[in-house]
């Protein structure tokens, strides 16, 4: 049940009953006083912030004193920040039944709304809270298929009725074992177990993805969210084994596709003589997020001659990756500082000798450079599910899988496609 209900008790004084046997009672005399009446309606006003407001011309446009609105403003600095009004959001004045103001409340976000109540006194008092909206928790299990008019996730994500957010969601799942530039293929399927927050029966926004499935090109991939205690939740497949890795398969958002592959003769398509191609271009837009593909620590992060605007992370066990042609590099990007895998470290652009905006991805292991496309695969998975936790992991695994497909418990052999079709 959303929300809370108020219920209501009426009480009744003073009525004579007639009839079913009762003897009809006199009315009493009148005696002068006061007449009673019934108070009026509160005034509610409910409206959406218009362009370019500030929190003083939103209050000064209701009619609100001077001295009032600074009292409201001053009370609301301590947990608001009125520079962060935004336009088209939504907002509500309450009148009293005397005319004078109650309350305001503001929508900030799908979370939380500000709320400023006026106190009793002499002088303009205001209280300025922070509410949480009250939302319904719901899991939420969706399929689709990779086909021709739907050939990305995004698409397919999409043509089931879920959103943007739950495909980054599920390729970051995925991620060191699926490139989303370059490995899906037509007749690929996906199931997803997702955690969807409503409020009054409407969707207001996403929370973690809890299982996903995915047949791709022929393999079956599963992945189950746990939290080993003291640890930050991760991704396992069915039997326990860590879906994350070292490195992940791509430093770009998934839409993208690879435009020219490592090589050690390629026809350079400015140059025009065949030379070595050390790395991996992707194709994407201008200002397009590069990411880290592995914790690391930033070598350079400088102009390089034909290369462009390029960074340079070491990585541990003698790897290094470089990214080229980058349009700007992200803040704080400077030698010696640590990054993190999928953190942003800069943005794709044509910097140096490029035809277009996209991003040379290269990796270099032992100082020798390698396909990075290749060496992703060598690459060990992180830890697995210790021991003394596999019990709790296979109930979380058989409750999320029975969610996900319908089927019963876990069964390693089973064909995802027998599932999720």
């Given at each position: 049940?959303?929300?809370r209900?108020r219920?209501?008790s009426?009480?009744?004084l003073?009525?004579?009953?007639?009839?079913c046997?009762f003897?009809e009672?006199?009315?009493p005399?009148?005696?002068?006083g006061?007449?009673?009446y019934?108070?009026p309606?509160?005034?509610v006003?409910?409206?959406?912030?218009p362009?370019?407001?500030?929190?003083?011309?939103?209050?000064?446009?209701?009619?609100?004193?001077?001295?009032?609105?600074?009292?409201?403003?001053?009370a609301?600095?301590?947990?608001?920040?009125?520079r962060r009004?935004r336009?088209?959001?939504?907002y509500?004045?309450?009148y009293?039944?005397?005319?004078?103001?109650r309350?305001f409340e503001?929508?900030?976000?799908e979370?939380q709304?500000?709320?400023?109540?006026?106190?009793?006194?002499?002088?303009?008092m205001f209280e300025?809270v922070l509410?949480?909206?009250?939302?319904?928790?719901?899991?939420?299990?969706m399929?689709?298929?990779?086909?021709?008019?739907h050939?990305s996730l995004?698409?397919a994500?999409?043509?089931?009725?879920?959103?943007?957010?739950?495909?980054?969601a599920t390729a970051?799942?995925?991620?060191g074992e699926i490139?989303?530039?370059?490995?899906?293929?037509?007749?690929?399927?996906?199931?997803v177990?997702?955690?969807?927050?409503?409020?009054?029966?409407?969707h207001?926004?996403?929370g973690?993805?809890l299982?996903?499935?995915?047949?791709?090109?022929g393999r079956?991939?599963?992945a189950?969210r746990?939290?080993?205690p003291?640890?930050?939740?991760?991704y396992?497949d069915?039997?326990g084994?860590?879906m994350k890795?070292q490195f992940?398969?791509?430093?770009l958002p998934?839409e993208?596709?690879?435009?020219?592959?490592f090589s050690?003769?390629r026809m350079?398509?400015i140059?025009?003589?065949?030379?070595?191609?050390l790395?991996v271009d992707?194709?994407a837009?201008?200002?397009?997020?590069v990411?880290?593909v592995?914790?690391?620590t930033?070598?350079?992060a400088a102009?390089?001659?034909s290369s462009g605007?390029?960074v340079?992370?070491?990585h541990?066990n003698?790897?290094?990756?470089?990214?080229?042609h980058l349009?700007?590099?992200?803040?704080g990007?400077r030698?010696?500082v640590?990054?993190?895998q999928?953190?942003v470290?800069?943005?794709?652009?044509s910097?140096?000798?490029?035809?277009?905006?996209?991003?040379?991805?290269?990796?270099r292991?032992n100082?020798?450079?390698?396909?990075?496309?290749?060496e992703?695969r060598k690459?060990p998975?992180?830890?697995p599910v210790?021991?003394?936790q596999l019990v709790?992991f296979r109930e979380?695994?058989?409750?999320a899988?029975?969610l996900?497909?319908?089927?019963?418990?876990?069964?390693?052999d089973?064909?995802i496609?027998?599932s999720?079709?």
């Amino acid at each position: 049940m959303l929300g809370r209900v108020r219920i209501v008790s009426l009480i009744f004084l003073g009525l004579g009953l007639v009839g079913c046997g009762f003897e009809e009672l006199p009315l009493p005399e009148a005696t002068a006083g006061p007449d009673l009446y019934l108070a009026p309606d509160t005034r509610v006003i409910e409206d959406q912030v218009p362009r370019n407001a500030t929190l003083a011309g939103l209050l000064a446009s209701h009619d609100m004193a001077g001295d009032v609105a600074y009292a409201f403003v001053e009370a609301m600095r301590p947990v608001f920040d009125p520079r962060r009004l935004r336009s088209g959001h939504s907002y509500k004045l309450v009148y009293g039944p005397d005319g004078r103001f109650r309350r305001f409340e503001y929508h900030i976000d799908e979370d939380q709304f500000l709320q400023v109540v006026s106190q009793p006194g002499p002088v303009p008092m205001f209280e300025a809270v922070l509410v949480d909206y009250e939302k319904e928790l719901e899991q939420v299990a969706m399929r689709g298929e990779i086909d021709r008019e739907h050939n990305s996730l995004f698409a397919a994500i999409a043509a089931g009725g879920s959103d943007i957010q739950i495909a980054i969601a599920t390729a970051g799942v995925f991620s060191g074992e699926i490139d989303f530039n370059n490995d899906l293929r037509l007749g690929d399927s996906f199931a997803v177990l997702y955690e969807r927050y409503v409020r009054d029966r409407v969707h207001v926004t996403y929370g973690d993805v809890l299982a996903a499935a995915f047949h791709n090109d022929g393999r079956d991939l599963y992945a189950f969210r746990f939290q080993v205690p003291g640890e930050a939740p991760s991704y396992f497949d069915g039997d326990g084994r860590s879906m994350k890795r070292q490195f992940l398969r791509s430093p770009l958002p998934f839409e993208p596709r690879v435009t020219s592959r490592f090589s050690y003769r390629r026809m350079h398509p400015i140059l025009g003589t065949a030379r070595a191609h050390l790395g991996v271009d992707y194709g994407a837009p201008t200002g397009t997020r590069v990411i880290a593909v592995s914790n690391g620590t930033v070598v350079s992060a400088a102009p390089s001659g034909s290369s462009g605007n390029m960074v340079r992370l070491r990585h541990t066990n003698g790897y290094e990756t470089y990214y080229l042609h980058l349009s700007r590099f992200a803040r704080g990007m400077r030698p010696g500082v640590r990054v993190i895998q999928g953190q942003v470290i800069g943005y794709v652009g044509s910097t140096g000798l490029a035809t277009g905006p996209h991003l040379d991805y290269r990796m270099r292991k032992n100082g020798t450079f390698v396909n990075p496309l290749i060496e992703h695969r060598k690459l060990p998975p992180g830890d697995p599910v210790p021991p003394d936790q596999l019990v709790a992991f296979r109930e979380v695994r058989d409750r999320a899988l029975a969610l996900l497909s319908g089927r019963q418990p876990w069964r390693g052999d089973d064909p995802i496609r027998a599932s999720i079709q």
